[in-house]
């Protein structure tokens, strides 16, 4: 037989326990709270609810990002063709340097586009390595040049092309940075792979703009 004490100390052993059981299940509850959801290169985050943040595996990618990387492909392409033009035509010893950093991260970077768009099935642009021209293709990228800027960056030598080429690169490199913006503002850009491609591509084009206008800064002291 238990005694009434004995009863007393177990009924408060197995409340105890209960207690104790309760306030686990609270804790192991995490509190909610905002989260901060980046927003497009250059522009300030969002601020979203627990609850409205979402699981990394409701980010697939859009039309928007697939008109995007078929694009940036024809982009880079262009990119490519005005490189192959420094040799022979700068006396610049900072162009060809330069020249060869673009060279290297675009093809990369196309590289980069071309596996994207046929892990997903979808159609690869028939570009060249840049060397060729992309007749035909459609309509021009953001800031890509027309054939009549192209022949004139072709024409020109020494200085003349050094600025030209500089002057033409940066107005190109604009354009990529118009269509990143475009790819969010039309809600692409939230899949995993192209927003972390979209947001190095943003800041490497930017990083370049900065040094081809201390570049063309330089030149104009030079002259002066």
Request: proline fraction near 3%; charge should be negative.
């Amino acid at each position: 037989m238990i005694s009434s004490t004995s009863l007393r100390q177990l009924v408060a052993l197995v409340l105890a326990a209960a207690a104790i059981g309760a306030c686990t299940a609270e804790t192991a509850e995490a509190p909610k709270v905002n989260v901060v959801q980046p927003g497009a290169p250059g522009q300030g985050g969002k601020v979203l609810s627990a609850d409205e943040v979402p699981r990394a595996d409701d980010r697939d990618y859009t039309d928007a990002d697939v008109r995007f990387m078929q694009g940036m492909i024809r982009h880079h392409s262009q990119a490519l063709r005005m490189t192959a033009l420094v040799a022979g035509r700068s006396q610049s010893k900072d162009l060809p340097r330069f020249a060869k950093r673009i060279e290297i991260s675009q093809q990369d970077e196309i590289d980069q586009m071309v596996r994207w768009l046929r892990a997903r099935l979808k159609e690869v642009p028939s570009v060249g390595s840049g060397a060729g021209h992309d007749h035909g293709a459609g309509a021009l990228m953001p800031g890509m040049l027309t054939e009549e800027q192209f022949a004139e960056l072709e024409r020109a030598e020494g200085e003349q092309f050094d600025r030209l080429f500089y002057t033409y690169m940066i107005q190109h490199h604009m354009g990529a940075l118009s269509m990143v913006e475009g790819l969010f503002d039309d809600g692409g850009g939230q899949e995993a792979e192209i927003n972390q491609f979209v947001t190095h591509v943003d800041a490497d084009q930017r990083i370049e703009i900065d040094r081809m206008r201390a570049l063309l800064a330089a030149m104009d002291a030079t002259d002066g």
